[in-house]
């Protein structure tokens, strides 16, 4: 798994009916953009994950921004 700083990482829910849950890269702690990533979710809390093979990184692009 390979993230920059502005990319989403959804880690999706385990349990039906659970919905993902969405943060954003905010620092890239691991050598090359592997993890650890220091991630902030929507209500402004901030922590730092390791994302297991439940989550995907979706990749922002420079028109997003």
């Known amino acids: 798994m390979h993230a920059s700083k502005g990319d989403r990482l959804v880690v999706h829910g385990r349990v039906v009916g659970k919905l993902d849950h969405v943060v954003e890269v905010v620092e890239v702690l691991g050598p090359?953009?592997?993890?650890?990533?220091?991630?902030?979710?929507?209500?402004?809390?901030?922590?730092?994950?390791?994302?297991?093979?439940d989550s995907v990184v979706e990749h922002h692009r420079a028109s997003d921004r």
């Not at 090359?32 to 093979?53: F, K, L, W």
């Open 32 to 53: 090359d953009g592997t993890p650890p990533y220091r991630v902030r979710a929507e209500n402004g809390h901030e922590t730092i994950m390791s994302p297991g093979p």
